[in-house]
Nanobody
């Protein structure tokens, strides 16, 4: 079993910052890509950013220059620093990892952490 525990969401004013964390645990042999997705009310879930095991990153156009994804492989943790937050960043943020277990390579999702950007 693989467990993902997300933290760091909350209420912040426009222009503020938050740092999301997602720690993976369980019978994991290795982790490939790690990423953050978000889903706003009434909208589809969308990719925000992801990072490969080698450290290559990819960002949605809407967050480029404001969000930074990183990972600590020793801690099996992915982070996302979110700066200059806007009301349109309000959503539930989910982490996803591609992990190799005895079942092979599978995607695993966290339960989500809400981010609200409002004055």
């Amino acid at each position: 079993q693989v467990q993902l525990v997300e933290s760091g969401g909350g209420l912040v004013q426009p222009g503020g910052s938050l740092r999301l964390s997602c720690a993976a645990s369980g019978s994991i042999f290795s982790i490939n890509a790690m990423g953050w997705y978000r889903q706003a009310p009434g909208k589809q879930r969308e990719l925000v950013a992801d990072i490969t095991s080698g450290g290559s990153t990819n960002y949605a156009d809407s967050v480029k220059g404001r969000f930074t994804i990183s990972r600590d492989n020793a801690k099996s943790t992915v982070y996302m620093q979110m700066n200059s937050l806007k009301p349109e960043d309000t959503a539930v943020y989910y982490c996803k990892i591609g992990a190799v277990t005895y079942r092979g390579l599978m995607d695993y999702w966290g339960k989500g952490t809400p981010v609200t950007v409002s004055s």
